[in-house]
Nanobody
């Protein structure tokens, strides 16, 4: 069992930056692939980024490539999402998720989810 708690969301102007954190409970964090998803009002949950257990492989949706960076610190049981050059269309609730199935962009492949953190980008 893994419990996930996101933090770091907030209100930022377009072009600004935020860093989201997701703290995980449990002693097996390093065995999990970690992902970030987001959901805007009236839209389906969307994959953003994922990282494998070691941090050596990352995967992004095209719309955030070059702007967002996912990373992890297994010693701190934490995964991060550094978001730069934010756009109004990045506005959403951001969720972190964990799976042992392997890196994936499918939300159905993830077993554990955080409660989400709101990111609002003003124009």
């Amino acid at each position: 069992q893994v419990q996930l708690v996101e933090s770091g969301g907030g209100l930022v102007q377009a072009g600004g930056s935020l860093r989201l954190s997701c703290a995980a409970s449990g002693r097996t964090f390093s065995s999990y692939v970690m992902g970030w998803f987001r959901q805007a009002p009236g839209k389906e949950r969307e994959f953003v980024a994922a990282i494998n257990w070691s941090g050596g492989f990352t995967y992004y949706v095209d719309s955030v490539k070059g702007r967002f960076t996912i990373s992890r610190d297994n010693a701190k049981n934490t995964v991060y999402l550094q978001m730069n050059s934010l756009k109004p269309e990045d506005t959403a609730v951001y969720y972190c998720a964990a799976t042992q199935r392997g890196i994936s962009r499918l939300s159905t492949e993830y077993d554990y989810w955080g409660q989400g953190t709101q990111v609002t980008v003003s124009s």
